[in-house]
């Protein structure tokens, strides 16, 4: 079965502590990004990524880094850097191809601060 | 860049009637309109999806119609049901643009 796992489902982040985000694909997409969704404010980027060994900021990628070593996996590192780390985590991936096509969501890591 | 804006932010119906979700954008050159449907807690999911070529989409209960001239698209569900209660996202992107711009978000709430 194809999709995207995200990986753990909660997360506790200690003051100073830098915590990582698990996403992985068997889609055999291109393109991966990782959002952050606060309550009544939508799905803002954080980066995204169209190829292996690439990766660009989006519109919030302060406090945050990611890699993109594999076409299967986008890890998200939250750094301590990160003030307001407390937020819902979405990760997607889409394909790319002569038209553009929707993206596919994983289910969500939930990052509170202990 | 695109800015897409999505009204209303709250939508509240009761079972059987219509609710209709408005966007508009503002880049002429976007040409992609999907709509997701998130239910609380889970994933975002694809429920329709409407290009720059074709000015109305439908499946089952939910349609789509896209206005090029005015840079609008509305979302419609006929016949609500409580399992329709979720929130909602439209989005924007260019032919090559792998990058959408999201809606922020209605919360349809349906009532028995």
């Known amino acids: 079965d194809g999709g995207i796992t995200q990986s753990p489902k909660y997360l506790f982040r200690k003051e100073g502590q830098n915590v990582t985000l698990s996403c992985e694909q068997n889609?055999?997409?291109?393109?991966m990004y990782w959002y952050r969704q606060d309550p009544g404010q939508g799905l803002r980027l954080i980066y995204y990524?169209?190829?292996?060994?690439?990766?660009q900021k989006g519109d919030i990628a302060e406090g945050y880094s990611v890699s993109r070593e594999k076409k299967e996996s986008f890890p998200l590192t939250v750094t301590s850097a990160q003030k307001n780390p407390t937020a819902f985590y979405l990760c997607?991936?889409?394909?790319?191809?002569?038209?553009?096509?929707?993206?596919?969501f994983g289910d969500g890591t939930r990052l509170s601060i202990l | 860049g695109e800015n897409v804006e999505q009204h209303p932010s709250t939508l509240s119906v009761q079972e059987g009637d219509s609710a209709v979700i408005k966007c508009t954008y503002s880049?002429?050159?976007?040409?992609?309109f999907p709509w997701y449907k998130q239910e609380l807690g889970k994933r975002p999911q694809l429920i329709i999806d409407?290009?720059?070529?074709?000015g109305e989409k439908k499946d089952q209960r939910i349609a789509v119609t896209l206005n090029k001239t005015a840079k609008h698209f509305s979302l419609h569900i006929t016949e609500t049901q409580p399992e329709d209660s979720a929130v909602y996202f439209c989005?924007?992107?260019?032919?090559?643009?792998?990058?959408?711009?999201f809606g922020r978000g209605t919360s349809l709430i349906v009532h028995p």
């Open positions: 880049d002429s050159a976007s040409n992609y």
């Open positions: 889609l055999n997409h291109d393109a």
């Open positions: 409407i290009r720059s070529n074709v």
């Open positions: 990524s169209q190829i292996v060994n690439d990766f």
């Open positions: 989005a924007a992107s260019q032919r090559g643009s792998y990058i959408p711009t």
């Open positions: 997607a991936s889409t394909t790319r191809g002569d038209s553009n096509q929707p993206q596919h």
